[in-house]
Every structure is written in C-alpha cells, then in structure tokens.
C-alpha cells in the first residue's frame, strides 16, 4: 500500500485519539456538569451518563489503536496473515461495548425523561431518535466488520495456500 496513504491515515487516527483524549478529560465532564445544571430533574444521571461516555471514548480509542496496527501490518505486506484477525477482533469487540453502552444510554434517558417535565425543552423525541440511530448505526458497523473478518480470513487462507504451492 501506499506509505503516504498510510501515514495520512495514521495522522488522523493520531487526531482522533487526540480528540477523544481530550473528550474524557475536558469535554465530557464540562458538558455533563451544565446539562446537570440546566436540568435539574436530571442531576441523579449525570454520574451514569458521563461514565457511560466515557467509556464509550474508551472504546473508540482502543479500535483506533487496533485499526492502526492493521495499518502497520499493511504497510509491511502482512496484513494477509494471522496477526491481523486479533486486531479485528479488538475492534468488533469494542464495537459490541460500545454498542451495549448506547443501549443502556438510551434506556436510561428514556426511563429517566419519560415522566419529566424538563424532557419538552430538551426535545426528549429527537433525543430518542438519535440514540435508535446510533444504536442501528453501530449494529450496521458490527456487521460490516463480521464480512470484513470473513473476507480478511478468506484472503489470508488463499494466501498461505499460494505460498504452499510456490
């Protein structure tokens, strides 16, 4: 592959962790803090949210940790080999964690806001449709990663037995 495709990837992976990064440490805990204020109703999930995101933060981290290593094994010629299958693991991993993390979000907000007065300012429904599309979003990602395990393991089968035949 490319070495100046794979070091502009790298780059943005390198922002991304960044980014989240610096979500966990500054943004996350800012933005949970006001809503917290604004909503009082909802102080009590301020805690389980913010962990939530958090975690979540982490999840995408660990991937982006993952997909780079497939990147290096790209880069190198090996991507077509056994070393590569732990590293699509990790990443379907968090992708199941995050994904059971965007459900428990999305029940808690749903439990928590459906009797709440405050839910109308804070356009409770739209919330809810966001939270269904990212959890279809994230489903749709995990599937999408099943056919590429599929395809990478299927590659990485006519590979060694091209190399057994020469």
């Given at each position: 592959?490319?070495?100046?495709?794979?070091?502009?990837?790298?780059?943005?992976?390198?922002?991304?962790?960044?980014?989240?990064?610096?979500?966990?440490?500054?943004?996350?805990?800012?933005?949970?803090?006001?809503?917290?204020?604004?909503?009082?109703?909802?102080?009590?999930?301020?805690?389980?949210?913010?962990?939530?995101?958090?975690?979540?933060?982490?999840?995408?981290?660990?991937?982006?940790?993952?997909?780079?290593?497939?990147?290096?094994?790209?880069?190198s010629g090996t991507?077509?080999?056994?070393?590569?299958?732990?590293?699509?693991?990790?990443?379907?991993?968090?992708?199941?964690?995050?994904?059971?993390?965007?459900?428990?979000?999305?029940?808690?907000?749903?439990?928590?806001?459906?009797?709440?007065?405050?839910?109308?300012?804070?356009?409770?429904?739209?919330?809810?449709?966001?939270?269904?599309v990212a959890v279809l979003?994230?489903?749709?990602?995990?599937?999408?990663?099943?056919?590429?395990?599929?395809?990478?393991?299927?590659?990485?089968?006519?590979?060694?037995?091209?190399?057994?035949?020469?």
């Amino acid at each position: 592959m490319n070495k100046w495709v794979l070091l502009g990837l790298k780059v943005i992976i390198a922002l991304v962790w960044l980014a989240c990064l610096w979500s966990q440490t500054f943004a996350a805990p800012i933005l949970s803090e006001a809503m917290a204020g604004l909503y009082s109703s909802q102080v009590a999930m301020r805690w389980p949210y913010l962990i939530m995101g958090i975690l979540f933060l982490v999840c995408v981290e660990i991937a982006f940790a993952a997909v780079w290593r497939l990147l290096s094994l790209s880069g190198s010629g090996t991507v077509f080999t056994a070393k590569a299958m732990p590293c699509v693991n990790w990443v379907l991993g968090c992708a199941a964690i995050a994904t059971a993390l965007i459900v428990l979000v999305s029940l808690c907000f749903l439990i928590s806001g459906w009797h709440d007065a405050t839910m109308p300012a804070m356009d409770y429904y739209t919330i809810a449709l966001v939270l269904g599309v990212a959890v279809l979003a994230e489903i749709g990602f995990m599937l999408l990663m099943v056919v590429m395990k599929g395809l990478l393991r299927a590659a990485t089968d006519q590979s060694s037995e091209l190399e057994q035949v020469i």
